[in-house]
């Protein structure tokens, strides 16, 4: 499939490297792994900057996936997340209501102590003991998001932690009732993956996700959870409906 046979006079190279890859994609089994990107750029007759250009937009789309030190697989395109954000909800409660299955993957519960920004956060001392939740969640045995929330440690018994939690802080501290909650101020960012959030997703460090940053507030205005969630773009569809504005 060399570049050369399959040129269209009304394409342009880009674009039909994309087509090429498309077609690439289309015709592979899930998990099929793609020849090596010197190979493959050479069969494309594309320098291997300009494949790499190419190929993140299809890893962006959910349909390739690129493991460190073992290469670029096809993968299968689970059901997409589709929703608004006008309202906050858990990731399982939006899986739910899309019929779409969605589970947890490697977690963690530790302590840690608040930096400057988290004691600021919760309004607590420099080094208060503070709980960290992280997790991975997984559609049909693929990883699409990372999640972290930090908490005060009397918001949660970390006794419920480690025996009920399934995947959502929102959802127990809604099933809980206190401290009653009231509103999140999010910001909402494509930022590149650390370090840490790449591994976890297997994808490679730097490449874009979707990260929502957020501040959950109690009745009484007080924070009571700090969440960073980080999101694969090809999974993930979020909407605002937004009113006309009068001049």
């Known amino acids: 499939m060399a570049g050369h046979l399959d040129k269209n006079p009304h394409e342009s190279p880009y674009q039909r490297l994309q087509r090429q890859l498309g077609d690439l994609i289309a015709a592979s089994e899930p998990g099929t792994k793609l020849p090596t990107e010197p ?3 050479a069969q494309m007759g594309v320098s291997r900057s300009t494949l790499r250009e190419a190929m993140r937009s299809f ?3 959910g349909l390739l996936i690129r493991r460190q030190g ?6 299968g395109k689970s ?7 006008e309202v906050l909800e858990s990731l399982e409660t939006i899986a739910s209501r899309l019929k779409l299955k969605i589970s947890m993957g490697e977690s963690q519960i530790e302590t ?3 930096d400057e920004d988290m004691a600021k ?16 969640m997984h559609a049909e045995g693929r990883s699409i998001a990372f999640l972290q929330d930090i908490l005060p440690r009397d918001i949660l018994p970390l006794k419920d ?10 959802d127990m501290l809604i099933r809980r009732g206190k401290p009653p909650l009231e509103k999140s101020f999010t910001e909402i960012n494509a930022v590149s993956a650390p370090s840490r959030v790449a591994r976890a997703l297997e994808i490679q460090r730097g490449d874009v996700l979707l990260m929502f940053e957020a501040d959950l507030f ?17 999974y993930f569809r979020f909407h605002v409906l937004r009113k006309i504005g009068v001049p």
């Open 121 to 136: 956060c919760f309004e607590v001392r420099k080094g208060t003991s503070l709980l960290c939740v992280t997790r991975v």
């Open 112 to 114: 840690i102590q608040a």
């Open 218 to 234: 109690a009745l009484d205005g007080s924070a009571v959870d700090h969440s960073r969630s980080y999101f694969l773009p090809g």
């Open 79 to 85: 059901g997409v997340f589709e929703t608004g954000i």
């Open 161 to 170: 932690l480690q025996e009920t939690f399934t995947g959502s802080v929102l």
């Open 59 to 61: 890893e962006a789309q």
């Open 39 to 41: 190979d493959l750029a």
């Open 70 to 75: 073992a290469g670029t697989f096809v993968v």
